[in-house]
């Protein structure tokens, strides 16, 4: 846990050689979120991201005036590859500090380690936490609380979690965006990267990052994984039980064929809804459906539009793309359920 | 992962102030299996559980040859009290190594840790690994494979399956016990605590510890928690997804009327059954139940015979108590289903 969890800016986005554009969501989620941090990218041979940052060498980048390299390409497993090891030590020799969100830690790294100490530089291994935490409880506690959930990774659970704040702020609701993974945690500065938390304290790692609050306040907990992903569903469980969401909202990338990083298809929104409503009634019996939030970007501005408008129609539910269209029919429903974002009979 | 996890023999069990008899479930998880490595026991005052081994002072189980503390209460959240320190430190400055199976490092308290080197005594920390896992990835891998699931925590998941594997192999089965609870790699010197693993690997952990096999080969994988239970419910999730049971067994206590440390009600069989083949699905379409297991220790004779002659009735499944009837009936129902213990059509 970080109360704080605060980089010395601006940052140069290390992209590695990322597989696809998606393998760069930390760096894009930053670029998207805290433009004003970033001065520039580094890419290695082959590296298939592009954030749309210049393309910087850590010389130029310093030149730039930047403070801290941090490492924006996030892979199914977390691992550090061992040729970023060069980058990361150069990086370091050049006065620069190194952020990750990795599994691994920085530090463990002998030669970074070593590169480090020898130049008086900081390594932050964002997806860390030293806080001693307690098991979930599983008890109802004081205050209004959203989660995204999705029909699998990496379908914008982040992005619409803090569009979703941003909306709710600007119509006058407390709201509150809790990170729960490596990237959000680095652009909210605080948060915890829940998959990274030991697998017994799951739920109670939630129900200490989004605590009792004011009965009309809102925590915007962000999702992670999907119900039907093999891979981590036991964490997306216990984020559910741990959130204990009054609303939830259900992400999709209408393109994709099956699940990112295995063999299986990925279930129906539909599917997503009942089973979230099913498995989240033990820790709230009151959890209900907000509307669904779509990841247009692979379809043209006509055939978005079309989906967008069939899908809310088929579920009876708003739908937007939090890009495209913003976020406010969900921010409107949210109010019209409760009004002025207060509980029910509060 | 412990490939080999091997203590120095025998043990002397620390009970500590267990607040009452299940709190101490790994020292009687050692005393039931293995009776043969246990000279004794040692009790704080207000020590709520008997193990039914004579109670001894460190000085006089040193003298009866104890070669290792074991620690063997849990606690939810795995913590090691402050008060429980003196006695660990005495224990190694009386030359006796000390294992625990709990979420604290023995090496992490300084007191301990310094005694440990002044002494020359190993420290074993049962729960960690310090295996770099990979992530689920959810194929159907060879071999067949039993999980037991449970209503709750602690009600038998350990034991029935330690039991099948002995029922199994005794029938001619190839059969190997999965550990994946402290007390289980305790007994069974391998496996791994899935409860302890990063949460993003929980399923992949659960992959690598009943790995593809022969066709005819069977892992009985320890259950652990229960899908209702809203503090674990994301470990027995992620377990359930990396065990890809072919058969599960659904272990219960029928006297308790909450869950384990928290405030819910225990779910009745019938859900266990329902959400397990719902969940479990998603990883093996062909997952069965095989039978249910009471524990029916706290009641008379005639009461558990009625009960588990009326509970196997209504579910139309053997139903058996591990400790009072033994699991043969089981082991037969898994024979007619899956004949020479080979896949069907195998």
């Known amino acids: 846990m970080f109360a704080r969890m605060v980089l010395t800016k601006p940052y140069l986005l290390f992209l590695g050689d990322a597989r696809d554009q998606l ?9 998207d979120w805290r433009p004003e941090w970033c001065v520039g990218q580094l890419r290695l041979p082959n590296c298939k991201a592009d954030c749309g940052l210049p393309d910087l060498s850590i010389q130029e980048a310093v030149a730039r005036g ?46 970074i380690a070593a590169a480090a100490q020898r130049h008086g530089r900081t390594l ?41 704040e941003k909306g709710l702020r600007a119509a006058g609701v407390k709201a509150d965006f ?20 030991v697998a017994d304290f799951i739920s109670g790692a939630v129900e200490h990052i989004a605590k009792a609050n004011d009965a009309d306040h809102w925590d915007v907990i962000e999702g992670q994984g999907s119900l ?8 997306t469980l216990g984020l559910l039980h741990g959130a204990q969401p009054d609303l ?29 409503l099913q498995l989240g009634r033990l820790t709230n019996p009151a959890i209900q ?33 939090p890009i495209r269209t913003g976020v406010a029919p969900l921010v409107e429903a949210l109010l019209h359920r409760f009004p002025g974002g207060r509980p029910v009979g509060g």
């Open 124 to 164: 932050h291994d964002v997806r860390f936490s030293t806080l001693a935490l307690p098991t979930g409880k599983g008890s109802k506690r004081a205050g209004q609380r959203l989660l995204t959930v999705g029909t699998d990774c990496s379908c914008g659970k982040k992005y619409t979690a803090l569009a979703l």
């Open 228 to 235: 039907f992903h093999p891979s981590f569903a036991g964490v």
């Open 23 to 31: 393998a760069a969501k930390t760096a894009q989620g930053i670029v």
């Open 289 to 321: 459906c907000l509307g669904i939030a779509l990841n247009t970007e692979a379809l043209d501005h006509a055939a978005a539009a079309d989906l967008l408008a069939k899908t809310g129609r088929n579920h009876g539910l708003p739908c937007v793309d």
């Open 66 to 111: 930047a403070k801290t390299m941090v490492v924006g390409v996030a892979n199914a497993g977390g691992v550090l590859p061992e040729h970023w090891v060069t980058t990361i030590v150069e990086a370091l020799a050049a006065g620069l500090d190194v952020a990750t969100g990795l599994h691994k830690r920085l530090a463990d790294l002998p030669a």
């Open 178 to 197: 809790c990170a729960t993974g490596q990237t959000g945690v680095l652009i909210a500065e605080r948060g915890l990267a829940i998959d990274a938390v």
């Open 248 to 276: 939830f909202v259900v992400c999709h990338e209408p393109t994709r064929t099956a699940m990112r990083g295995v063999l299986h298809p990925l279930p129906t929104i539909q599917q997503v809804i009942d089973l979230t």
